[in-house]
T-cell receptor, first 115, second 112 residues
Framework: AQTVTQSQPEMSVQEAETVTLSCTYD???????LFWYKQPPSRQMILVIR??????QNATENRFSVNFQKAAKSFSLKISDSQLGDAAMYFC????????????FGTGTLLAVQP | DSGVTQTPKHLITATGQRVTLRCSPR?????VYWYQQSLDQGLQFLIQ???????AKGNILERFSAQQFPDLHSELNLSSLELGDSALYFC???????????FGQGTRLTVV
């Protein structure tokens, strides 16, 4: 069975600094997708970034980028120039290839941004 | 705004009761997923429907059921409610043309 592990329950970063959130996963599939979702205090689940397993290039969305290490089954999220609005719970998620498969979530990392 | 609409936003009910949560997916999305987020279990997949048919089942209790209607909206029915069913219930939708799941704002269920 596929699993997603986030080993950092809480992280803190100074405003304008960079922080990296860790995620590891376990799967025997070759076709899969990885995601980072943000859940602010409003509880809305917001997609931050996605990575296709077949792509070697790391995904980037503005200040958010990932370090995808397929062999190590590692998928970390880097947030650059952290802003107060980045404070939230961040979930790493895995989805097997195919349009019908569920998301498997990690336990989340609570990120605090200090002014 | 994700385009996924869930109603109601909040629901308070007593143990033993039955409730129905409603979800309208994004326009054009055929797949609807239901997730439960609780403090002790985290985010867990419950069930998926695709174009009206059940496609995948997760850790969904027998007291819970769901369906997707011809207009593609979905309902999650929770019966014989227990205190432990108190949670945030999310609906998400996706199309066959991409892999992102877009989430609604959730329904906060409190069982007292």
């Amino acid at each position: 069975a596929q699993t997603v592990t986030q080993s950092q329950p809480e992280m803190s970063v100074q405003e304008a600094e960079t922080v990296t959130l860790s995620c590891t996963y376990d799967t025997s599939e070759s076709d899969y997708y990885l995601f980072w979702y943000k859940q602010p205090p409003s509880r809305q689940m917001i997609l931050v970034i996605r990575q296709e397993a077949y792509k070697q290039q790391n995904a980037t969305e503005n200040r958010f980028s990932v370090n995808f290490q397929k062999a190590a089954k590692s998928f970390s999220l880097k947030i650059s120039d952290s802003q107060l609005g980045d404070a939230a719970m961040y979930f790493c998620a895995y989805r097997r290839g195919g349009a019908t498969n569920k998301l498997i979530f990690g336990t989340g990392t609570l990120l605090a941004v200090q002014p | 705004d994700s385009g996924v609409t869930q109603t109601p936003k909040h629901l308070i009910t007593a143990t033993g009761q039955r409730v129905t949560l409603r979800c309208s997916p994004r326009s054009g999305d055929l797949s609807v997923y239901w997730y439960q987020q609780s403090l002790d279990q985290g985010l867990q997949f419950l069930i998926q429907y695709y174009n009206g048919e059940e496609r995948a089942k997760g850790n969904i209790l027998e007291r819970f059921s769901a369906q997707q209607f011809p207009d593609l909206h979905s309902e999650l029915n929770l019966s014989s409610l227990e205190l432990g069913d108190s949670a945030l219930y999310f609906c998400a939708s996706s199309s066959d043309l991409n892999t992102e799941a877009f989430f609604g704002q959730g329904t906060r269920l409190t069982v007292v």
